[in-house]
Nanobody, 121 residues
Framework: QVQLVESGGGLVQAGGSLRLSCAAS?????MAWFRQAPAKEREFVAA????????SVVDSVKGRFTISRDNAKNTVYLQMNGLKPEDTAVYFC?????????????????WGQGTQVTVSS
């Protein structure tokens, strides 16, 4: 069993930046960030493979968000720049038992509790 704890969320003005962190209780394989806005489905945001050599982000955040990991610290990060009001959501960290990148939430076995990101206009 792997526990995931997110941190770094908060309130920021449009155009600002936040860095989310997700600390895992053990070594993990592929990792991802998902987000869920009020009254909307949970959506994929970004993923990274087990060694950090491959990443993918959803088109709506391309050029603004970057996912990275530090395996020595069992931590994955989401650097969010140029934030927009439509980025407002609860952001969830997830860990998969797959080595490679996965895009579907059902491919992830462990989830954090979520951290709120609110972007004001």
């Amino acid at each position: 069993q792997v526990q995931l704890v997110e941190s770094g969320g908060g309130l920021v003005q449009a155009g600002g930046s936040l860095r989310l962190s997700c600390a895992a209780s053990a070594r993990t394989l592929s990792m991802a960030w998902f987000r869920q806005a009020p009254a909307k489905e949970r959506e994929f945001v970004a993923a990274i493979n087990s060694n950090g050599g491959s990443t993918s982000v959803v088109d709506s955040v391309k050029g603004r968000f970057t996912i990275s990991r530090d395996n020595a610290k069992n931590t994955v990060y989401l650097q969010m720049n140029g934030l927009k009001p439509e980025d407002t959501a609860v952001y969830f960290c997830a860990a998969s038992l797959f080595v490679g990148i996965r895009f579907a939430s059902q491919d992830y076995n462990y989830w954090g509790q979520g951290t709120q990101v609110t972007v004001s206009s």
